[in-house]
T-cell receptor, first 114, second 113 residues
Framework: ETGVTQTPRHLVMGMTNKKSLKCEQH?????MYWYKQSAKKPLELMFV???????ENNSVPSRFSPECPNSSHLFLHLHTLQPEDSALYLC?????????????FGPGTRLTVL | SQQGEEDPQALSIQEGENATMNCSYK?????LQWYRQNSGRGLVHLIL?????REKHSGRLRVTLDTSKKSSSLLITASRAADTASYFC?????????????FGTGTLLAVQP
């Protein structure tokens, strides 16, 4: 695996539940990302954080709420999700949000919304 | 959009054969990257090729980039069963404010032992 860890690896939740996904990077990077990977669709960028500041929000519904308390940790808070939100949620980090290098991805959290 | 599109969607070959996957995109890019994903796992970065480069090698991997045709190819030589995975291309647009990767839908490669 990479220097990016995600917990939990699997999550099943009902539509009325509130849960959080956690990502931690051990690479000293300053930028962190959330991506969503749905079946048969390309990976979609959800949020970009640079030095704990959100620099991009790709029209993500408000039922997804990101939080970046420091440059090593990134959360995705979930509430009142829909079944179509079931997907693999991938966290990534890179040295910064502007340099066009390759981000490192975590293993993902497989989310199922019932 | 600048979405990359991989071709073919699925590829099945025998061990030892070469596998070629293609990617097309729509707008100007800063660089193009190839990733590998084993079933249900995270993405592993394979190789990055910048817009002013035409070919790069890394071990058994060879990537080409043709910016005039807005296309790239990934060649895996002497394939192994362990190469079985999904392969994605992703582009970073030229002049973008952030390091935003736009992914394609991927090619599923199956290498039969």
């Amino acid at each position: 695996e990479t220097g990016v860890t995600q917990t939990p690896r699997h999550l099943v939740m009902g539509m009325t539940n509130k849960k959080s996904l956690k990502c931690e990077q051990h690479l000293g990077h300053n930028a962190m990302y959330w991506y969503k990977q749905s079946a048969k669709k390309p990976l979609e960028l959800m949020f970009v954080y640079s030095l704990e500041e959100r620099v991009e929000n790709n029209s993500v519904p408000s039922r997804f709420s990101p939080e970046c308390p420091n440059s090593s940790h990134l959360f995705l808070h979930l509430h009142t999700l829909q079944p179509e939100d079931s997907a693999l949620y991938l966290c990534a980090s890179s040295q910064d949000s502007k340099t066009s290098g390759a981000p490192f991805f975590g293993p993902g959290t497989r989310l199922t919304v019932l | 959009s600048q979405q990359g599109e991989e071709d073919p969607q699925a590829l099945s070959i025998q061990e030892g054969e070469n596998a070629t996957m293609n990617c097309s995109y729509k707008t100007s890019i800063n660089n193009l990257q190839w990733y590998r994903q084993n079933s249900g796992r995270g993405l592993v970065h394979l190789i990055l090729i910048r817009s002013n480069e035409r070919e790069k090698h890394s071990g058994r991997l060879r990537v080409t980039l043709d910016t005039s045709k807005k296309s790239s190819s990934l060649l895996i030589t002497a394939s192994r069963a362990a190469d079985t995975a999904s392969y994605f291309c992703a582009t970073v647009g030229a002049g973008g404010a952030t390091n935003k990767l736009i992914f394609g839908t991927g090619t599923l490669l199956a290498v039969q032992p």
